[in-house]
Protein backbone atom coordinates (compact mmCIF):
# COMPACT_ATOMS: atom_id res chain seq x y z
CA UNK A 1 0.00 0.00 0.00
CA UNK A 2 0.89 3.95 -0.57
CA UNK A 3 2.18 5.99 2.37
CA UNK A 4 -0.28 8.29 1.83
CA UNK A 5 -3.85 7.75 -0.59
CA UNK A 6 -5.28 11.12 -2.20
CA UNK A 7 -8.99 9.44 -0.79
CA UNK A 8 -9.99 6.55 0.85
CA UNK A 9 -13.50 5.14 0.67
CA UNK A 10 -14.10 3.02 3.92
CA UNK A 11 -17.40 0.36 3.51
CA UNK A 12 -17.15 -2.27 0.59
CA UNK A 13 -21.49 -2.53 -0.16
CA UNK A 14 -23.00 -1.10 -2.99
CA UNK A 15 -23.08 2.39 -2.26
CA UNK A 16 -19.33 2.61 -0.72
CA UNK A 17 -18.01 1.01 -4.59
CA UNK A 18 -20.53 2.84 -6.61
CA UNK A 19 -18.55 6.41 -4.64
CA UNK A 20 -14.86 4.65 -5.39
CA UNK A 21 -15.65 3.83 -9.03
CA UNK A 22 -16.89 7.32 -9.55
CA UNK A 23 -14.65 9.16 -7.98
CA UNK A 24 -12.02 7.10 -9.79
CA UNK A 25 -13.42 8.19 -12.89
CA UNK A 26 -13.38 11.89 -11.90
CA UNK A 27 -9.72 11.80 -10.72
CA UNK A 28 -8.15 9.24 -13.12
CA UNK A 29 -4.80 10.37 -11.90
CA UNK A 30 -5.22 10.99 -8.30
CA UNK A 31 -4.50 7.39 -5.90
CA UNK A 32 -7.83 5.84 -4.44
CA UNK A 33 -8.09 3.33 -2.10
CA UNK A 34 -11.36 1.18 -1.05
CA UNK A 35 -10.95 -0.72 2.48
CA UNK A 36 -13.57 -3.16 3.62
CA UNK A 37 -13.31 -5.28 7.01
CA UNK A 38 -14.74 -8.45 5.30
CA UNK A 39 -13.21 -10.78 2.80
CA UNK A 40 -15.44 -9.61 0.00
CA UNK A 41 -18.08 -7.03 -1.44
CA UNK A 42 -21.67 -6.31 -1.02
CA UNK A 43 -21.10 -8.97 2.80
CA UNK A 44 -23.95 -6.48 4.54
CA UNK A 45 -27.40 -5.00 3.47
CA UNK A 46 -26.18 -4.98 0.02
CA UNK A 47 -26.36 -8.68 0.06
CA UNK A 48 -28.93 -9.72 2.56
CA UNK A 49 -32.08 -7.42 0.79
CA UNK A 50 -34.51 -8.88 -1.80
CA UNK A 51 -32.88 -7.80 -4.92
CA UNK A 52 -35.50 -5.51 -6.20
CA UNK A 53 -34.95 -2.30 -8.39
CA UNK A 54 -37.45 -0.42 -7.25
CA UNK A 55 -39.26 1.88 -9.14
CA UNK A 56 -39.39 4.44 -6.44
CA UNK A 57 -43.43 4.89 -5.73
CA UNK A 58 -42.89 5.62 -2.10
CA UNK A 59 -41.66 8.34 -1.67
CA UNK A 60 -42.22 11.80 -1.09
CA UNK A 61 -41.70 14.39 -4.37
CA UNK A 62 -38.80 16.66 -4.12
CA UNK A 63 -36.67 14.03 -1.76
CA UNK A 64 -33.35 13.32 -1.98
CA UNK A 65 -35.09 9.41 -1.91
CA UNK A 66 -37.47 10.10 -5.11
CA UNK A 67 -34.77 11.59 -7.24
CA UNK A 68 -31.83 8.95 -6.70
CA UNK A 69 -34.41 5.97 -7.14
CA UNK A 70 -35.46 7.14 -10.28
CA UNK A 71 -32.53 7.78 -11.97
CA UNK A 72 -31.10 4.86 -10.09
CA UNK A 73 -33.44 2.75 -11.58
CA UNK A 74 -32.13 3.48 -15.34
CA UNK A 75 -28.40 3.57 -14.61
CA UNK A 76 -28.51 0.19 -12.97
CA UNK A 77 -30.52 -1.41 -15.39
CA UNK A 78 -27.95 -0.16 -17.90
CA UNK A 79 -24.91 -1.20 -16.19
CA UNK A 80 -26.70 -4.62 -15.84
CA UNK A 81 -26.74 -4.89 -19.58
CA UNK A 82 -23.93 -3.67 -20.45
CA UNK A 83 -22.06 -6.04 -18.18
CA UNK A 84 -24.59 -8.98 -18.77
CA UNK A 85 -25.58 -9.00 -15.46
CA UNK A 86 -29.06 -10.66 -15.40
CA UNK A 87 -32.46 -8.57 -14.41
CA UNK A 88 -36.05 -9.79 -14.80
CA UNK A 89 -38.45 -6.71 -15.24
CA UNK A 90 -41.49 -8.84 -13.21
CA UNK A 91 -42.89 -5.51 -11.72
CA UNK A 92 -44.60 -5.09 -9.14
CA UNK A 93 -48.55 -4.86 -7.56
CA UNK A 94 -49.21 -3.52 -4.50
CA UNK A 95 -52.26 -4.83 -3.50
CA UNK A 96 -54.95 -3.14 -1.09
CA UNK A 97 -57.44 -6.01 1.21
CA UNK A 98 -59.30 -3.65 2.57
CA UNK A 99 -61.75 -0.55 1.76
CA UNK A 100 -58.70 1.16 4.36
CA UNK A 101 -56.33 0.10 2.00
CA UNK A 102 -57.93 1.09 -0.93
CA UNK A 103 -57.91 4.85 0.36
CA UNK A 104 -53.90 4.91 0.96
CA UNK A 105 -53.72 2.90 -2.42
CA UNK A 106 -55.48 5.83 -4.41
CA UNK A 107 -53.44 8.37 -2.25
CA UNK A 108 -50.29 6.34 -3.28
CA UNK A 109 -51.00 5.77 -7.18
CA UNK A 110 -51.45 9.94 -7.13
CA UNK A 111 -48.05 10.42 -5.39
CA UNK A 112 -46.24 8.02 -8.37
CA UNK A 113 -47.90 10.11 -10.91
CA UNK A 114 -46.48 13.13 -8.97
CA UNK A 115 -43.02 10.88 -8.92
CA UNK A 116 -43.25 10.40 -12.64
CA UNK A 117 -43.64 6.80 -12.68
CA UNK A 118 -46.06 5.28 -14.55
CA UNK A 119 -48.83 3.11 -12.95
CA UNK A 120 -51.84 1.50 -13.77
CA UNK A 121 -54.62 0.88 -11.53
CA UNK A 122 -56.43 -3.16 -11.35
CA UNK A 123 -59.66 -3.84 -9.81
CA UNK A 124 -60.42 -7.01 -7.99
CA UNK A 125 -61.19 -8.50 -11.63
CA UNK A 126 -57.93 -7.69 -13.42
CA UNK A 127 -55.88 -8.33 -10.12
CA UNK A 128 -57.11 -12.10 -10.52
CA UNK A 129 -56.76 -12.08 -13.94
CA UNK A 130 -53.03 -10.69 -13.43
CA UNK A 131 -52.62 -13.20 -9.97
CA UNK A 132 -54.90 -16.04 -9.88
CA UNK A 133 -53.50 -17.03 -6.42
CA UNK A 134 -53.56 -13.42 -5.07
CA UNK A 135 -56.65 -12.12 -3.40
CA UNK A 136 -57.71 -8.41 -2.92
CA UNK A 137 -59.75 -5.27 -3.61
CA UNK A 138 -57.69 -3.82 -5.94
CA UNK A 139 -53.78 -2.66 -6.40
CA UNK A 140 -51.58 -0.51 -8.16
CA UNK A 141 -49.88 -2.27 -11.00
CA UNK A 142 -45.69 -0.96 -11.49
CA UNK A 143 -44.31 -1.96 -14.43
CA UNK A 144 -41.12 -0.58 -13.98
CA UNK A 145 -39.73 -2.66 -10.78
CA UNK A 146 -37.62 -5.61 -11.58
CA UNK A 147 -35.13 -7.67 -9.53
CA UNK A 148 -31.21 -8.46 -9.80
CA UNK A 149 -28.42 -9.80 -7.65
CA UNK A 150 -27.13 -6.69 -6.24
CA UNK A 151 -24.06 -8.91 -5.16
CA UNK A 152 -23.00 -9.67 -8.58
CA UNK A 153 -23.86 -5.50 -9.38
CA UNK A 154 -21.34 -4.41 -6.82
CA UNK A 155 -18.42 -7.11 -7.77
CA UNK A 156 -19.03 -5.60 -11.10
CA UNK A 157 -18.33 -2.35 -10.08
CA UNK A 158 -15.60 -3.19 -7.83
CA UNK A 159 -13.62 -4.65 -11.10
CA UNK A 160 -14.26 -1.36 -12.98
CA UNK A 161 -13.09 0.57 -10.04
CA UNK A 162 -9.55 -1.70 -10.25
CA UNK A 163 -9.72 -1.73 -13.94
CA UNK A 164 -8.91 1.91 -14.04
CA UNK A 165 -6.94 2.26 -11.29
CA UNK A 166 -7.98 1.88 -7.82
CA UNK A 167 -6.88 -0.30 -5.42
CA UNK A 168 -8.93 -2.33 -3.07
CA UNK A 169 -7.91 -3.77 1.18
CA UNK A 170 -10.35 -6.50 1.57
CA UNK A 171 -10.16 -7.68 5.50
CA UNK A 172 -9.06 -4.54 6.76
CA UNK A 173 -11.49 -3.48 9.75
CA UNK A 174 -10.85 0.33 10.60
CA UNK A 175 -10.11 0.43 14.46
CA UNK A 176 -9.45 3.64 15.33
CA UNK A 177 -9.60 7.17 13.46
CA UNK A 178 -7.46 10.82 13.46
CA UNK A 179 -8.01 13.66 11.55
CA UNK A 180 -5.18 15.71 11.57
CA UNK A 181 -5.15 19.26 9.59
CA UNK A 182 -3.09 17.45 6.17
CA UNK A 183 -5.04 14.15 6.94
CA UNK A 184 -6.79 11.39 8.31
CA UNK A 185 -4.90 8.97 9.50
CA UNK A 186 -7.01 5.05 10.26
CA UNK A 187 -5.81 2.42 12.70
CA UNK A 188 -6.68 -1.01 10.93
CA UNK A 189 -6.65 -4.63 11.64
CA UNK A 190 -5.36 -6.74 8.48
CA UNK A 191 -4.44 -10.32 9.43
CA UNK A 192 -4.46 -10.06 12.41
CA UNK A 193 -1.23 -6.76 12.06
CA UNK A 194 -2.07 -3.90 13.51
CA UNK A 195 -0.89 -1.09 10.74
CA UNK A 196 -1.79 2.44 9.82
CA UNK A 197 -3.43 3.74 6.34
CA UNK A 198 -3.62 7.38 5.42
CA UNK A 199 -5.52 9.84 3.10
CA UNK A 200 -5.57 12.80 2.20
CA UNK A 201 -9.61 12.95 2.10
CA UNK A 202 -11.97 10.25 4.18
CA UNK A 203 -15.14 9.01 2.76
CA UNK A 204 -16.95 6.69 4.72
CA UNK A 205 -19.88 4.42 3.82
CA UNK A 206 -19.93 2.63 6.77
CA UNK A 207 -23.86 1.09 7.39
CA UNK A 208 -23.93 -0.46 10.51
CA UNK A 209 -20.91 1.08 11.73
CA UNK A 210 -21.66 4.53 10.49
CA UNK A 211 -21.83 5.99 14.18
CA UNK A 212 -18.71 5.13 14.91
CA UNK A 213 -16.90 6.14 12.03
CA UNK A 214 -18.18 9.62 12.53
CA UNK A 215 -17.16 9.17 16.94
CA UNK A 216 -13.63 8.49 15.79
CA UNK A 217 -13.28 11.50 14.21
CA UNK A 218 -14.91 13.45 17.05
CA UNK A 219 -17.71 14.45 14.62
CA UNK A 220 -20.53 16.00 17.13
CA UNK A 221 -23.89 14.07 15.58
CA UNK A 222 -27.44 13.44 17.32
CA UNK A 223 -28.28 9.91 15.51
CA UNK A 224 -27.31 6.22 16.08
CA UNK A 225 -27.75 3.32 14.46
CA UNK A 226 -30.61 1.41 15.68
CA UNK A 227 -30.92 -2.39 13.76
CA UNK A 228 -33.22 -4.36 12.55
CA UNK A 229 -33.76 -7.50 12.03
CA UNK A 230 -35.79 -8.00 8.95
CA UNK A 231 -36.87 -12.31 8.74
CA UNK A 232 -37.22 -13.82 5.51
CA UNK A 233 -38.52 -17.33 4.47
CA UNK A 234 -38.00 -18.90 1.54
CA UNK A 235 -41.12 -20.10 0.00
CA UNK A 236 -41.19 -24.26 -0.89
CA UNK A 237 -39.84 -24.54 -4.50
CA UNK A 238 -43.71 -25.93 -5.14
CA UNK A 239 -44.43 -22.26 -4.93
CA UNK A 240 -41.70 -21.02 -7.65
CA UNK A 241 -44.50 -20.02 -9.95
CA UNK A 242 -47.51 -18.55 -7.14
CA UNK A 243 -47.19 -14.94 -8.49
CA UNK A 244 -46.62 -13.56 -11.69
CA UNK A 245 -45.04 -10.18 -10.19
CA UNK A 246 -43.28 -8.93 -6.65
CA UNK A 247 -46.52 -8.54 -4.46
CA UNK A 248 -46.45 -5.89 -1.69
CA UNK A 249 -49.14 -4.68 0.88
CA UNK A 250 -50.16 -1.31 0.80
CA UNK A 251 -47.63 0.74 3.60
CA UNK A 252 -49.37 1.86 6.42
CA UNK A 253 -48.10 5.48 6.58
CA UNK A 254 -47.88 5.50 10.45
CA UNK A 255 -45.62 2.64 10.55
CA UNK A 256 -41.47 2.71 9.57
CA UNK A 257 -41.60 -0.81 7.13
CA UNK A 258 -43.14 -1.67 4.55
CA UNK A 259 -44.64 -4.96 5.75
CA UNK A 260 -44.34 -8.38 4.59
CA UNK A 261 -44.53 -9.08 0.95
CA UNK A 262 -43.90 -11.77 -1.84
CA UNK A 263 -40.62 -11.28 -4.03
CA UNK A 264 -39.52 -13.56 -6.67
CA UNK A 265 -35.87 -14.01 -6.91
CA UNK A 266 -33.45 -13.42 -9.88
CA UNK A 267 -32.60 -17.35 -8.98
CA UNK A 268 -36.33 -18.08 -9.52
CA UNK A 269 -37.30 -19.20 -6.20
CA UNK A 270 -39.54 -16.94 -3.89
CA UNK A 271 -39.14 -15.30 -0.85
CA UNK A 272 -41.57 -13.93 1.93
CA UNK A 273 -40.78 -11.05 4.04
CA UNK A 274 -39.44 -9.11 5.89
CA UNK A 275 -40.84 -8.50 9.20
CA UNK A 276 -38.85 -5.94 11.51
CA UNK A 277 -37.75 -6.80 15.08
CA UNK A 278 -35.45 -5.26 17.13
CA UNK A 279 -31.74 -6.44 16.57
CA UNK A 280 -29.91 -7.26 19.30
CA UNK A 281 -26.49 -7.51 17.47
CA UNK A 282 -25.36 -5.35 14.68
CA UNK A 283 -24.42 -8.06 12.05
CA UNK A 284 -26.15 -10.62 14.18
CA UNK A 285 -27.61 -12.72 10.92
CA UNK A 286 -28.41 -16.01 12.88
CA UNK A 287 -31.39 -17.03 14.82
CA UNK A 288 -30.36 -16.01 17.93
CA UNK A 289 -27.74 -13.35 18.02
CA UNK A 290 -26.21 -10.83 20.97
CA UNK A 291 -23.70 -8.43 21.43
CA UNK A 292 -23.16 -6.45 24.66
CA UNK A 293 -21.78 -3.53 23.09
CA UNK A 294 -24.14 -3.12 20.48
CA UNK A 295 -27.06 -3.28 23.05
CA UNK A 296 -25.21 -1.49 25.66
CA UNK A 297 -24.68 1.17 23.20
CA UNK A 298 -28.14 0.71 22.22
CA UNK A 299 -30.03 0.97 25.78
CA UNK A 300 -27.68 3.91 26.60
CA UNK A 301 -29.14 5.66 23.58
CA UNK A 302 -32.51 8.53 24.80
CA UNK A 303 -33.74 8.02 20.90
CA UNK A 304 -33.73 4.17 21.05
CA UNK A 305 -36.10 4.39 24.36
CA UNK A 306 -38.80 7.11 22.22
CA UNK A 307 -38.79 5.38 18.73
CA UNK A 308 -39.21 1.84 20.99
CA UNK A 309 -42.21 3.44 22.91
CA UNK A 310 -44.05 5.14 20.16
CA UNK A 311 -44.06 1.92 17.74
CA UNK A 312 -44.59 -0.78 20.74
CA UNK A 313 -47.30 -1.98 20.08
CA UNK A 314 -46.56 -2.79 16.51
CA UNK A 315 -42.42 -4.21 17.71
CA UNK A 316 -44.86 -6.59 20.22
CA UNK A 317 -46.76 -8.16 17.17
CA UNK A 318 -43.79 -7.96 15.24
CA UNK A 319 -41.62 -9.90 18.02
CA UNK A 320 -44.37 -12.37 18.47
CA UNK A 321 -44.50 -13.18 14.95
CA UNK A 322 -41.06 -13.64 14.67
CA UNK A 323 -40.84 -16.80 16.98
CA UNK A 324 -45.01 -18.19 16.01
CA UNK A 325 -44.72 -19.19 12.55
CA UNK A 326 -48.66 -18.77 12.00
CA UNK A 327 -48.85 -15.02 13.07
CA UNK A 328 -46.42 -14.73 10.13
CA UNK A 329 -48.15 -16.67 8.12
CA UNK A 330 -51.03 -15.01 8.45
CA UNK A 331 -49.32 -11.50 7.08
CA UNK A 332 -49.32 -13.29 3.70
CA UNK A 333 -52.39 -15.17 3.63
CA UNK A 334 -53.89 -11.71 3.95
CA UNK A 335 -53.72 -11.53 0.21
CA UNK A 336 -52.20 -15.33 -0.37
CA UNK A 337 -54.17 -17.40 0.89
CA UNK A 338 -52.56 -20.50 -0.72
CA UNK A 339 -49.44 -20.67 1.36
CA UNK A 340 -48.85 -23.21 4.58
CA UNK A 341 -46.99 -22.57 7.80
CA UNK A 342 -45.46 -25.80 5.79
CA UNK A 343 -43.60 -23.58 2.79
CA UNK A 344 -41.67 -21.65 4.82
CA UNK A 345 -38.53 -22.51 4.72
CA UNK A 346 -35.51 -20.94 6.13
CA UNK A 347 -33.32 -18.32 4.75
CA UNK A 348 -30.72 -15.63 5.52
CA UNK A 349 -32.11 -12.28 7.61
CA UNK A 350 -30.95 -9.14 6.96
CA UNK A 351 -30.18 -6.10 9.47
CA UNK A 352 -31.24 -2.79 8.39
CA UNK A 353 -29.08 0.07 9.57
CA UNK A 354 -31.67 2.79 11.02
CA UNK A 355 -30.35 5.99 11.91
CA UNK A 356 -32.57 7.16 15.06
CA UNK A 357 -32.32 11.03 16.13
CA UNK A 358 -31.43 11.70 20.14
CA UNK A 359 -35.65 12.59 20.09
CA UNK A 360 -36.64 9.14 18.72
CA UNK A 361 -37.38 10.39 15.43
CA UNK A 362 -36.63 7.89 12.42
CA UNK A 363 -34.27 9.26 9.52
CA UNK A 364 -36.02 8.08 6.39
CA UNK A 365 -33.97 10.02 4.23
CA UNK A 366 -30.28 10.38 3.49
CA UNK A 367 -28.02 11.99 6.17
CA UNK A 368 -24.56 13.46 6.04
CA UNK A 369 -21.87 13.77 8.26
CA UNK A 370 -18.70 16.14 7.50
CA UNK A 371 -15.78 17.25 9.15
CA UNK A 372 -12.83 19.47 7.42
CA UNK A 373 -11.24 15.94 5.72
CA UNK A 374 -13.93 13.78 5.63
CA UNK A 375 -17.09 12.80 4.33
CA UNK A 376 -19.67 10.68 6.20
CA UNK A 377 -23.00 8.41 4.93
CA UNK A 378 -24.66 8.30 8.00
CA UNK A 379 -27.98 6.72 6.54
CA UNK A 380 -28.55 5.69 2.91
CA UNK A 381 -32.09 3.79 3.58
CA UNK A 382 -34.05 1.89 0.95
CA UNK A 383 -33.82 1.85 -1.89
CA UNK A 384 -30.10 2.33 -1.32
CA UNK A 385 -29.40 -0.41 -3.44
CA UNK A 386 -31.55 0.44 -6.49
CA UNK A 387 -30.00 4.34 -6.02
CA UNK A 388 -26.44 2.99 -5.58
CA UNK A 389 -25.04 5.09 -8.84
CA UNK A 390 -26.82 8.10 -8.34
CA UNK A 391 -26.01 8.24 -3.95
CA UNK A 392 -22.28 7.78 -5.60
CA UNK A 393 -22.24 10.43 -8.13
CA UNK A 394 -24.02 13.19 -5.30
CA UNK A 395 -21.15 12.04 -2.43
CA UNK A 396 -18.93 12.50 -5.42
CA UNK A 397 -19.66 15.53 -6.31
CA UNK A 398 -19.55 16.85 -2.61
CA UNK A 399 -16.12 15.69 -2.17
CA UNK A 400 -15.11 17.74 -5.35
CA UNK A 401 -16.71 20.83 -3.94
CA UNK A 402 -14.93 20.07 -0.48
CA UNK A 403 -11.49 19.36 -2.68
CA UNK A 404 -11.65 22.19 -4.86
Not at 84 to 112: F, H, Q, S, W
Not at 117 to 127: F, G, H, K, N, T
Not at 327 to 333: Q, R, S
Request: charged residues 20%; glycine residues 8%; contains cysteine.
Amino acid sequence: MNAMYDFIIVGGGIVGVSTAWQLQQAYPNKSILLIEKESGFAKHQTGHNSGVIHAGVYYAPGSLKADFCKRGVERTIDFCAKHDIPVENCGKLLVATNNAEMERMNALYERCHQNGIEVELLDQAQLKLAEPNITGLGAILVKSTSIVNYTKVTEMMAKEFTDIGGQVSLGTEVIAAKELEEEVQLTCKVDGQTMQINGRFMISCSGLMADRMTKMLGIETDFQIVPYRGEYYLLDKKHNQVVNHLIYPIPDPDLPFLGVHLTRMIDGTVTVGPNAVQGWKREGYGVINFSLKDTWQMLSFAGFWKVTAKHLQTGLVEFKNSWWKPGYLKLVNKYCPSIQVADLKPYPAGIRAQAVMKDGTLVHDFLFAESPRSLHVCNAPSPAATSAMPIGEYICEKVMAKNA
